[in-house]
């Protein structure tokens, strides 16, 4: 994986393809892999018990995941997480359809880097998905400090 990589952790295959397509207008060659899902993510970001750590991808910049998943919802990813010293300052922010006070404040309990709700006009859509590259890939140093710490 590309250090300036961005995770995309999506579910819903229309919601992953319009991410993707937004990010390919908003940011053209950025490098992104998107998952369908978190225990996808989480194989890919932490290591197993016995799997050689030199030949671990290289984490990516920024992970960007849906909060509402199958199996592991994204909080359970961002609370694994934030628990490994691996991936403790990979930024994250959940990218989500929930604008519930709760679901936002637990997000930020977990250690969330910033909660964002999807908006619905692909256009708006667009705008906010180069926010959220410009500012934690361009501008914030937590981006630069978390592929310091290997």
Sequence with gaps: MNERAILLVEDSPDDRELMLQALRRSRPGQAVVAMADSAQALDLLLPQAGRDQARLP?????????????????????????????????????????????????????????????????DRFVQVMESICRYWLDCDALSGLCLLKR
């Design 58 to 122: 290289l984490r990516p910049a920024l992970v960007i995941l849906d909060l509402k998943m199958p199996k592991l919802n994204g909080l359970e990813l961002l609370r694994k997480l934030r628990e490994q010293p691996e991936t403790a300052l990979i930024p994250v922010v959940i990218l989500t359809s929930s604008a519930n006070a709760e679901d936002v404040a637990e997000a930020y309990t977990s250690g969330v880097n910033g909660y964002v709700v999807k908006p619905v006009q692909f």
